[in-house]
């Protein structure tokens, strides 16, 4: 199929390889973005690992807790241009949806969409904000979290944030920023192994595979061998992208999870929330 240079693109923005690797992976994937990156993975040119179904051009992220740190919302208003995501009435509005859907208590993107704020539904609200800064607006991503403590960490310039639960109240605040800095730096997929999805797993077992059989130095491997060498590069993966087993950013020696037991022997994480806008 014919590949536009548009669409060839927006995946080398997604993945920073080259021109030409993106045109083959899409006409290879018959333009499916989410195949051509998986196809790049697998051939080694994938240079920056980015989210396409999280990413948008500019906007404002906001995450908040509960008075009494046991919910907390995470809230996406997009937007065209850097310019307009600085304003701030722009970073203003994005706040007060946050807590509208905090004080609401909501769960989905649609129920906020409906809640008030400044006597006017938010989906209204955004409309408004359309028609009068004329760019392309919307409320484009919302989580919520409960815990028996939540924690948000907003990175300046409001490009990125995230929440972390807990399981228990914590016995010192920096212990809580320090996790959800981890998370906001190195990007982890999940808690831990276990809760890695399947399907996840299988694609990252399928990459590490491919990967390994395309490696000159395993030519001439048996099957067994070249399963061995991907489970060693899957097991990398969980090290790398899952935060419990992820080297500590303050303290490499020790581990994520290294670091929690130094903290409070009984404290454990029980979700994360993350999004970061594109860059």
Same mark, same amino acid.
Do not use: W
């Given at each position: 199929?014919?590949?536009? #240079?548009?669409?060839?693109? !927006? =995946?080398?923005? +997604? !993945?920073?390889?080259? +021109?030409?690797?993106?045109?083959?992976? *899409?006409?290879?994937?018959?333009?499916?973005?989410?195949?051509?990156?998986?196809?790049?993975?697998?051939?080694?040119?994938?240079?920056?690992?980015?989210?396409? &179904?999280?990413?948008? !051009?500019?906007?404002?992220?906001?995450?908040?807790?509960?008075?009494?740190? #046991?919910?907390?919302?995470?809230?996406? /208003?997009?937007?065209?241009? &850097?310019?307009?995501?600085?304003?701030?009435? $722009?970073?203003? $509005?994005?706040?007060?949806?946050?807590?509208?859907? *905090?004080?609401?208590?909501?769960?989905?993107? &649609?129920?906020?969409?409906? =809640? !008030?704020?400044?006597?006017?539904?938010?989906?209204?609200?955004?409309?408004?904000?359309?028609?009068?800064?004329?760019?392309?607006?919307? *409320?484009?991503?919302?989580?919520? %979290?409960?815990?028996?403590?939540?924690?948000?960490?907003?990175?300046?310039?409001?490009? =990125?944030?995230? /929440?972390?639960?807990?399981?228990?109240? /914590?016995?010192?605040?920096?212990?809580?920023?320090?996790?959800? +800095?981890?998370?906001?730096?190195?990007?982890?997929? #999940?808690?831990?192994?276990?809760?890695?999805?399947?399907?996840?797993?299988?694609?990252?077992?399928?990459?590490?595979?491919?990967?390994?059989?395309? &490696?000159?130095?395993?030519?001439?491997?048996?099957?067994? +061998?070249?399963?061995?060498?991907?489970?060693?590069?899957?097991?990398?993966?969980?090290?790398?992208?899952? *935060?419990?087993?992820?080297?500590?950013?303050?303290?490499?020696? %020790?581990?994520?999870?290294?670091? %929690?037991?130094?903290?409070?022997?009984? %404290?454990?994480?029980?979700?994360?929330?993350?999004?970061? /806008?594109?860059?």
């Amino acid at each position: 199929m014919a590949i536009s #240079a548009t669409e060839v693109a !927006t =995946l080398r923005k +997604m !993945t920073g390889a080259g +021109m030409m690797d993106c045109k083959k992976a *899409l006409e290879e994937a018959n333009g499916d973005y989410e195949q051509a990156v998986a196809i790049i993975r697998k051939k080694g040119q994938l240079v920056a690992s980015k989210r396409a &179904d999280r990413e948008a !051009t500019e906007g404002c992220v906001i995450a908040k807790v509960s008075a009494d740190a #046991a919910k907390g919302v995470l809230t996406v /208003l997009s937007c065209e241009t &850097d310019f307009v995501a600085k304003g701030a009435d $722009f970073i203003k $509005f994005t706040e007060d949806v946050a807590d509208a859907a *905090l004080n609401a208590g909501a769960t989905g993107l &649609d129920a906020v969409k409906q =809640l !008030t704020v400044n006597g006017i539904s938010i989906a209204e609200g955004v409309n408004e904000k359309v028609a009068v800064i004329g760019e392309k607006i919307d *409320l484009t991503f919302f989580d919520s %979290l409960e815990a028996a403590e939540v924690v948000a960490y907003i990175h300046p310039g409001n490009k =990125l944030a995230c /929440l972390v639960g807990f399981n228990k109240k /914590l016995n010192d605040p920096q212990t809580g920023r320090d996790i959800a +800095m981890q998370v906001a730096a190195m990007s982890p997929v #999940a808690v831990d192994k276990a809760s890695v999805p399947a399907e996840v797993v299988a694609k990252e077992m399928e990459i590490a595979t491919d990967q390994t059989k395309n &490696d000159p130095k395993n030519a001439g491997r048996s099957d067994a +061998m070249i399963e061995r060498i991907a489970q060693g590069r899957l097991e990398k993966f969980f090290k790398e992208m899952t *935060l419990l087993n992820q080297e500590f950013i303050k303290d490499n020696k %020790l581990t994520v999870a290294d670091y %929690l037991k130094q903290a409070d022997k009984d %404290l454990k994480v029980t979700r994360f929330v993350r999004f970061s /806008l594109a860059v």
